[in-house]
């Protein structure tokens, strides 16, 4: 016996709302939440976020127990209100110096520098501010930008160092050219230390390059002896994706470990902090990596901290 089959075809209009939802109500809740929405990438753009952490530092003398530093990077020629919220986070935290990590203007050095010197010119006045170039910097006119900092009291640190003295005690704290400049000597920065133990080092570098596993192999023998290393550059991978993270950062890398985008790590003999920055540059937004500033407060330990 031969079975026939046929098709039935049975058209169900599909409404472009709830059936119990009039157009209008449905109209307004897709308003309210594409505004919602946009209110929140607005926000992730604004946004502040201050952190605070206490980083434990090797033969660090009881002087410099509670040393406070504030970092800021990446300001990307942005507006800054001298009297807005940034300064006044700075201002409150009772910081012993101010540290810049480089990236002070994009594309036109020009414009970029007349905006952000009222705020430098503010930082200046609320402690002595040193600062380094990055990758933007050198790729417009560092030297040019350089002399403006210099202009308003911010101490310029290109492969050199100062020695941060309190009492008899004393910190160094160096500064490199950006490495993406191939004008970064870590050797020429740091001093010669024969005494032990030694002073503890803070470096100032615009990139964390050196720690990067994918280019850890150009890394400066004297790296090891830096107690701290603060750095920007990534802007904390600017996007990030709900439970991934970054998408990629300026290395080019898809996904890379949290550790080289942002935040406090343990690096061989020394720790690593990467800012987010407070700027973003041309046209770009951040999505879940908020701007920030970085209050960082140097602990004495006696002992040895392990390495990660």
């Not at 016996?1 to 046929?6: E, G, K, P, Q």
């Not at 209100?81 to 002070?104: S, Y």
């Not at 290393?229 to 080019?252: D, M, R």
């Not at 999505?287 to 920030?292: V, Y």
């Amino acid at each position: 016996m031969r079975l026939a089959y046929s098709t039935v075809f049975v058209f169900v209009p599909i409404p472009m709302f709830p059936s119990h939802v009039s157009p209008h109500v449905f109209f307004f809740m897709v308003v309210l939440l594409v505004s919602a929405l946009i209110a929140w990438l607005v926000w992730e753009n604004v946004a502040l976020t201050v952190e605070r952490i206490e980083v434990p530092v090797e033969a660090l003398s009881p002087e410099f127990d509670g040393f406070r530093i504030a970092q800021v990077s990446d300001l990307h020629g942005q507006r800054f209100d001298p009297a807005g919220r940034e300064a006044q986070v700075i201002m409150n935290a009772g910081v012993d110096l101010i540290a810049v990590t480089g990236d002070f203007v994009h594309g036109n050095h020009i414009v970029g520098l007349r905006r952000i010197l009222p705020f430098m010119r503010k930082l200046v006045s609320i402690a002595p501010v040193y600062a380094v170039s990055g990758n933007h910097d050198h790729w417009t006119n560092w030297p040019y930008i350089a002399a403006g900092l210099k202009g308003v009291g911010v101490t310029v640190l290109e492969n050199s160092h100062v020695r941060i003295k309190r009492g008899t005690q004393e910190i160094v704290l160096a500064g490199v050219s950006c490495p993406h400049s191939r004008h970064g000597s870590l050797a020429q920065a740091l001093p010669l230390q024969t005494v032990v133990p030694v002073v503890p080092v803070v470096l100032l570098v615009h990139a964390a390059t050196w720690f990067e596993p994918w280019h850890r192999v150009k890394a400066p023998a004297e790296i090891k002896q830096v107690a701290l290393t603060l750095a920007g550059h990534t802007h904390g991978g600017q996007v990030k994706l709900p439970f991934l993270g970054a998408v990629t950062t300026a290395s080019g890398h898809l996904f890379p470990p949290k550790k080289y985008v942002e935040g406090l790590s343990r690096q061989g003999n020394g720790w690593l902090y990467i800012n987010r920055g407070l700027g973003q540059g041309g046209r770009a937004f951040r999505f879940l990596s908020r701007r920030e500033i970085t209050i960082i407060t140097l602990r004495r330990t006696s002992a040895p901290v392990g390495s990660t």
